[in-house]
């Protein structure tokens, strides 16, 4: 079973389109997270969610929204897709502050946008 | 601003090198420092470091983190081919929500 898994792992797609990109974890985890890396493998961070709140909110063009339903689900959407916005985004996941510090990451989304 | 700076950016070696990657921090509330190897696909874990001086290490691979000088090394001995990725830190802050990952060390192992 994958922990924290993405769908869909590849997506191509024209300017000006809207995508949405889902997340879900098994881990049972409280705090998930979006990052985006470009291709120079820069890992940032966008979103954070804890027990489906909103903690980090890095400075992301209001193009891209996230969503959590529940703390199993963290989905992006992204609206007026831009050629900068090709990149790999990475969900992933962490337990409770305390109780490890390590996050865990799905298999990445990658994004082309043409 | 908080920064993870990795030296080298990459490196070619010839298996059986043994080779050191660097990571510096300037993070506020540091807690602790992660390495995370990426081949194709997602990050996998390594290790965690939280205390100066202690080495931690799995097979092949060690590392020892140094927080009063704000960096941490990771060593490969004996390097083969399935060494190859790119590997990268990060630190973890002390609410535990906030990781910082350096721009990542990019390993080739020939044979």
């Known amino acids: 079973d994958t922990a924290v898994s993405q769908t869909p792992k590849y997506l191509v797609t024209q300017m000006g389109n809207d995508k949405s990109i889902k997340c879900e974890q098994n881990?049972?985890?409280?705090?998930m997270y979006w990052y985006k890396q470009d291709s120079k493998k820069f890992l940032k961070i966008m979103f954070s969610?804890?027990?489906?709140?909103?903690?980090i909110n890095e400075t992301v063009p209001n193009r891209f929204s996230p969503k959590s339903p529940d703390k199993a689900h963290l989905n992006l959407h992204i609206n007026s897709l831009e050629l900068g916005d090709s990149a790999v985004y990475f969900c992933?996941?962490?337990?409770?502050?305390?109780?490890?510090?390590?996050?865990?990451f799905g298999e990445g989304s990658w994004l082309t946008v043409v | 601003e908080d920064k993870v700076v990795q030296s080298p950016l990459s490196l070619v070696v010839h298996e059986g090198d043994t080779v050191t990657l660097n990571c510096s921090y300037e993070v506020t509330n540091f807690r602790s420092l992660l390495w995370y190897k990426q081949e194709k696909k997602a990050p996998t874990f390594l290790f965690m470091l939280?205390?100066?001086?202690i080495e931690k290490k799995s097979g092949r691979l060690s590392s020892i983190l140094d927080k009063k000088e704000l960096f941490s090394i990771l060593n490969i001995t004996a390097t083969q081919t399935g060494d190859s990725a790119v590997y990268l830190c990060a630190t973890a802050s002390n609410t535990g929500n906030q990781f910082y990952f350096g721009t990542g060390t990019s390993l080739t192992v020939i044979p």
């Open positions: 881990l049972g985890h409280d705090t």
């Open positions: 969610y804890n027990n489906k709140e909103l903690i």
């Open positions: 939280t205390s100066s001086g």
């Open positions: 992933a996941s962490r337990n409770r502050p305390g109780t490890g510090n390590t996050i865990y």
